[in-house]
């Protein structure tokens, strides 16, 4: 399994890169006298998230490998082990099944992400259409998923209808992390570097996830603006990003979302044996996943050395893939480490402390950081 997953990895670098290379290519200039046409950064920057995200979801949803009992692939007839097909097979099973349920709002979602993580995304924003349809004609995540693939299309015959589905979002939700995300991008696109700064400060502000944290800083480092973690004694996690930066319930300024479905409050301690390895300002992540079970946590925060000792809230507010929260699993296991790397990725020598909250259990858990990672 662990090849499989890396394999996998592998693919979705090679994936991004493919896609990469038009889009930083600055193309000549179709005729005498006209500009060059500028380096795609903005889709560059949204397809490196959309494809990760959009493919875990979609892995998830739609694979039936026994996570639950990995040995249990190992002893199925070849063949069976896994259960999941090529992208091409998953695509023809949701048009079948969207074909005998034409009203079914979700599988029309969860077949725009598949036509997206494939680079296809005039094809998303029909298969959006029709499940915003289905859903009354007014669904602000499916709206915003509709937006997101008309950006991507890089038409500019549709970018006006994109802006103003994020510039409704923004208006009904001004902390809408995916609509401060793809309205950067579109200010971008147009040259307004203001509105980008704003807006991907706003977002910055919330605390998001690592690797989310590091691309809003390298694009706010182009735009001359210096970005730095936020900190503080108690840090809000970063609600879901969907394929690429989804709505978020934090609040700017660093206060908590209003916490909503299972919800775990974590104090986070250091084992004093362990005290003297401490050093200030490395990063400090508490993230809370299903024991076991690869990719990415269901909620997640990042704070430094110099916050513990520490609490986090975490909740279903904080869910970081659409369908995938607190709520959805049984067992949780939040982790707690100060990662000398500075990166999402466990590295040697890392300090590390794990707990465990059962379903219906307490709120309360607490974290003793009391071991090295090997």
Same mark, same amino acid.
């Given at each position: 399994?662990?090849?499989f ?10 994936a ?21 046409v ?12 959309a494809?990760?995200?959009?493919a ?5 949803a ?49 077949? *725009?992400r ?13 298969a ?6 289905a859903?009354?004609?007014q ?7 509709i ?36 309205s950067?991008?579109i ?8 509105t980008?700064k ?36 108690e ?6 990003m969907?394929?690429?930066?989804g ?7 660093g ?17 004093p ?16 996943r ?23 809230v ?6 970081m ?10 067992d949780?296991?939040?982790v ?12 040697s ?10 379903? *219906? ?14």
């Open positions: 399994m662990t090849q997953i890396i394999i996998c990895a592998v693919m979705l670098v090679a991004v890169a493919l896609v990469a290379v038009p889009l930083v290519r600055a193309q000549a200039p179709a005729a005498k006298g006209e500009k060059a500028p380096r795609a950064t903005g889709a560059l920057v949204a397809m490196a998230l494809l990760p995200a959009g875990i979801a979609l892995y998830s739609s694979s039936n490998f026994p996570w639950d009992n990995p040995q249990a692939a190992a002893a199925a007839p070849p063949g069976h082990a896994g259960g999941a097909g090529s992208m091409a097979d998953v695509t023809t099973q949701l048009e079948a099944r969207l074909a005998a349920n034409p009203q079914d709002r979700d599988g029309w979602q969860m077949l *725009g598949t036509y997206l993580v494939t680079g296809q995304p005039a094809k998303a924003v029909t959006y259409e029709r499940g915003n349809e859903a009354g004609g669904d602000p995540e499916l709206l915003l998923d937006a997101e693939a008309l950006i991507l299309t890089e038409d500019p015959a549709v970018q006006g209808r994109a802006k103003a589905i994020v510039d409704s979002a923004l208006a009904a939700d001004a902390l809408n992390g995916k609509a401060l995300w793809y950067g991008v200010a971008v696109r147009s040259g307004d570097n203001e980008a704003a807006n991907w400060q706003k977002l910055l502000a919330q605390n998001p996830p690592e690797e989310i944290r590091q691309i809003l800083v390298a694009q706010l480092g182009q735009l001359g603006v210096s970005a730095a973690a936020p900190t503080g004694a840090q809000p996690a970063m609600g879901g969907g394929s690429a930066a709505s978020t319930g934090v609040q700017q300024g206060q908590a979302p209003a916490a909503s479905g299972r919800t775990v409050r974590v104090a986070v301690s250091v084992d044996s362990l005290a003297s390895k401490l050093k200030p300002g490395v990063p400090l992540f508490v993230s809370a299903q024991p076991g079970i690869p990719g990415p946590p269901l909620a997640a925060v990042r704070l430094t050395s110099d916050d513990l000792p520490t609490t986090v975490l909740s279903d507010a904080n869910s893939i659409e369908g995938r929260n607190l709520s959805s699993v049984d949780v296991e939040v707690a480490r100060v990662a000398f790397g500075g990166t999402a990725v466990t590295a020598g890392d300090l590390v402390g794990t707990s465990v909250q059962k379903k *219906g259990g307490s709120p309360e858990l607490a974290i003793v950081i009391d071991k090295v990672a090997p």
